[in-house]
Each structure stands twice: as structure tokens, then as C-alpha cells.
């Protein structure tokens, strides 16, 4: 038996994560072409069987459940559905979907950007693959529903950490990217961004177009993030001193810990990112207030 060959062009979640990525470039860089956006509007647009497949991928991302006797339950839910999408169609039209990233990106780049949750997308792919061919590893496949059944029992991250409700509802966008119909862009997330919290700003934007344009290059982000984050926290300490409500004393002071104790590592991960940004609108919303 053979173990499953995990290919990002088959992925589904994969390819979609990707455009979703480019389509923040678009939108940080003021492409008013919005090739990607376009792409996806066109290719997993309700009724397709990429989109079907896509909502299957996401129910196995995003939910949970307390017992593994019920994740379990819920996997089998989830493949079943699978089992019932038109498999002749949705592999015509991820070949058509693939055909047009092709004649619009540079392809190795496209592909070669990090994915946080690569592990679980490429387990989703391996178990579906299972279903629909025999003669697969049986221990190869088990793994990847072992995998499976673990995200799905796994504790949401707590938001302790976060420097206050708000931001922690904000950060809850950027890392789900609002995954509900999905135009789930990030262009959809700075559109809400903008509309509940004013504009984005010069330094944020710029945080976000070099990390997206960067993300590959881990040493010349992290040099950057380093920098806007020491920044960050010398304006925070900087305006603290100005600040006369208690309570937002408290909440600076947390920010500024928070800020403190990331822990820089051979990669920037998006979590980080989120805190920093959310970080300078906090202190964008100060400057308003504290002459």
C-alpha cells in the first residue's frame, strides 16, 4: 500500500487560502484589477462543486466539539457529504481553477507562500482522497484522521492575552478572515476594519503589504516587525504618561506586557501581526484624545 500524496494544487482549502492571500496584495498595493477576487467570485461561487467542497473543508477547520466520540461522528458526517459531491465536475473545475492561477501568477511564487494550518488542510485531502480511491496506507490515512479528530476536540485559543474585548473581537477577524460566504478576503476585513474603526493608517497598512509581500523572505519581515514593534511599545509607554484615566492606564499597561513578551522566532506568525496592528489602533485612538 502507498501513502497518499499530498498535492497543493489538488487541495481545495490550500488554493483558496492562497488566493485569499493575493487578493490582500491586490488590495494593500491598490490593484484595481482584482484578478484573485475575480477568481474567486467565479470559481466558488454557490453552486459549484469547489464551493461545496470548500464548506467541508471549513467545517473540519473551524468546528468543535468536547469528545472525540463525536468528532469522530462528525468526520464521518463530513465525508459522507463528500462521497455525494459530483467528482467528475468538481475535478473539471479545479483543473479550470488551477489553469487560470497559471495564466496569472507566477506559479512557484503563488504556491510557495507558508500556510498556518497546512497540517490540518493536507490531512482534510488525504482523508477525502481515501474516500474516493482504494489501496491507500491504511496507517498514512489513519494519522491524517487522527489529525483531524484532534482540531476538532482542540480548546479555541483563549483570548486572556488580548489587550481588551474589542481588540480581541477585531483579532477574531483577521485570523478567520470572515469565512462564512467568503469573499473572505482580506479586503472584506479592512473593509469592517475601516468601516468600525475608522482607516487604516500609513504604519498599518505597511505592516500588512510587508508581510504579505514578504512572507517568504522570514529574516527581512522579521527585521521589520522587530523594528515597528519596539516603536509600538516606546509610543505606547510614551503617551502612558499623558494618559489620566486608571482604567486605560490598565489597559495600556497590558498592551505594552502584551507587546513585550512575543517571542520572536525564525518566522512572524500571523498572530503577532494581528497584535501589533491592533495595538497601533489602540494608540491611534489615544492620540486622538491625549494632546
Not at 511564487?109 to 490531512?123: E, G, R
Not at 505606547?236 to 522566532?265: A, F, P, R, W, Y
Amino acid at each position: 500500500m502507498k501513502k497518499i500524496k499530498h498535492s497543493k494544487f489538488k487541495n481545495t482549502g490550500v488554493l483558496f487560502e492562497l488566493l485569499v492571500r493575493q487578493i490582500t496584495l491586490e488590495v494593500l498595493n491598490g490593484d484595481k484589477t482584482d484578478v484573485a477576487k475575480k477568481i474567486v467570485k467565479e470559481f466558488f461561487a454557490p453552486g459549484k462543486e469547489l464551493n461545496k467542497e470548500l464548506r467541508l473543508y471549513e467545517l473540519l477547520l473551524k468546528e468543535k466539539y468536547n469528545s472525540e466520540n463525536r468528532a469522530e461522528k462528525f468526520l464521518d458526517m463530513v465525508c459522507e457529504q463528500y462521497l455525494k459531491l459530483d467528482n467528475t465536475k468538481l475535478s473539471r473545475e479545479k483543473y479550470n481553477l488551477i489553469k487560470e492561477i497559471k495564466n496569472n501568477f507566477d506559479i512557484e511564487q503563488f504556491l510557495s507562500s507558508p500556510i498556518s494550518n497546512y497540517k490540518v488542510l493536507a490531512s482534510i485531502y488525504k482523508v477525502f482522497e481515501s474516500k474516493v480511491n482504494n489501496g491507500y496506507d491504511i496507517k498514512d490515512v489513519f494519522n491524517s484522521k487522527i489529525t483531524l479528530i484532534e482540531n476538532i476536540t482542540s480548546k479555541p485559543v483563549s483570548q486572556n492575552n488580548k489587550p481588551d474585548a474589542e481588540s480581541a473581537k477585531l483579532l477574531e477577524m483577521y485570523k478567520k478572515q470572515d469565512k462564512d460566504i467568503r469573499l473572505l478576503t482580506y479586503k472584506i476585513l479592512v473593509e469592517s476594519f475601516n468601516k468600525k474603526y475608522t482607516h487604516l493608517d500609513t504604519t498599518q497598512k505597511s505592516i500588512l503589504r510587508e508581510y504579505i509581500n514578504n512572507v517568504n523572505n522570514t529574516s527581512k519581515f522579521k527585521d521589520f516587525f522587530v523594528k515597528e514593534l519596539n516603536k509600538t511599545i516606546l509610543e505606547l509607554k510614551s503617551i502612558n504618561n499623558k494618559v489620566c484615566d486608571v482604567i486605560t492606564n490598565i489597559k495600556l499597561k497590558e498592551t505594552i506586557s502584551v507587546l513585550k513578551s512575543q517571542k520572536i522566532g525564525k518566522t512572524i506568525s500571523d498572530n503577532q501581526v494581528s497584535v501589533l496592528l491592533l495595538s497601533q489602533e489602540l494608540l491611534k485612538e489615544l492620540k486622538t484624545k491625549v494632546k
